[in-house]
């Protein structure tokens, strides 16, 4: 398997601008987790879907961000519009039923820069 | 409160060495207690994780200890190696994980 695949890896752009991130989880996994990871605040969760619903988005910092899932093989995280304090790594990561436990499987990682 | 609290930021081990590092959780619904690894530019990754109804697991070099009535939990990495070089963080929860701050292991040759 090719593991969890986002796109793009790296990402510059100006305030204002709309950002549209990317993952596509492991085939098989229901669970799709969003995170975003900076110096100052460490690794922190943003929303989770199962079987494409989402389950909790209250670490979705405010409005200017959203996420959908489409379908089980797909999912965006938008920004809209994106300010410097944006910028960090963002990671997608998706797991098996609830009943295997909490094995995460992240990505490699979207680093986003808003300048 | 789901506050989580991991130390030390930052650990320097000659190899060879024991690695110890520690969580405590305030949350006593969390029912799965994992450590994970991230090297530079990677994602992290699940190293080892216990449920509460053991006091200690082992694979490898990687052993975890679990302190219920305490509310923490360590990682020991024995026989510490300079590809043991990465960031750890604990990550108390279930399907929803809190993660530690995390903690810089440097192992020297």
């Known amino acids: 398997d090719a593991g969890v695949i986002q796109s793009p890896r790296h990402e510059v752009t100006e305030m204002g601008q709309e950002v549209t991130l990317r993952c596509k989880p492991i085939?098989?996994?229901?669970?799709l987790f969003w995170y975003r990871q900076t110096m100052m605040r460490g690794l922190e969760l943003l929303i989770y879907?199962?079987?494409?619903?989402?389950?909790?988005d209250s670490g979705m910092p405010e409005d200017r961000f959203s996420a959908k899932m489409p379908n089980a093989s797909f999912s965006t995280l938008k920004i809209q519009p994106s300010e410097p304090r944006d910028s960090a790594v963002y990671f997608c990561?998706?797991?098996?039923?609830?009943?295997?436990?909490?094995?995460?499987?992240f990505g490699p990682g979207t680093r986003l820069l808003v300048l | 409160q789901q506050q989580v609290k991991q130390s030390p930021q930052s650990l320097i081990v000659q190899k060879g060495g024991i690695s110890i590092i520690n969580c405590a959780y305030e949350?006593?619904?969390?029912?799965?207690f994992p450590w994970y690894q991230q090297f530079p530019g990677k994602g992290p990754a699940l190293l080892i994780a216990?449920?509460?109804?053991?006091s200690e697991k082992k694979e490898g070099r990687f052993t975890i200890s679990f302190n219920k009535s305490a509310k923490q939990f360590s990682l020991h990495i024995m026989d510490s190696q300079p590809g043991d070089s990465a960031t750890y963080f604990c990550?108390?929860?279930?399907?929803?994980?809190?993660f530690g701050t995390g903690t810089r292991l440097l192992v020297s040759p």
């Open positions: 949350n006593t619904a969390f029912d799965y």
């Open positions: 990561a998706s797991s098996p039923s609830r009943a295997s436990g909490i094995s995460q499987y």
């Open positions: 879907f199962n079987n494409n619903v989402p389950i909790d």
């Open positions: 216990i449920r509460p109804d053991v």
């Open positions: 990550a108390p929860g279930f399907q929803k994980l809190v």
């Open positions: 085939s098989g996994h229901d669970y």
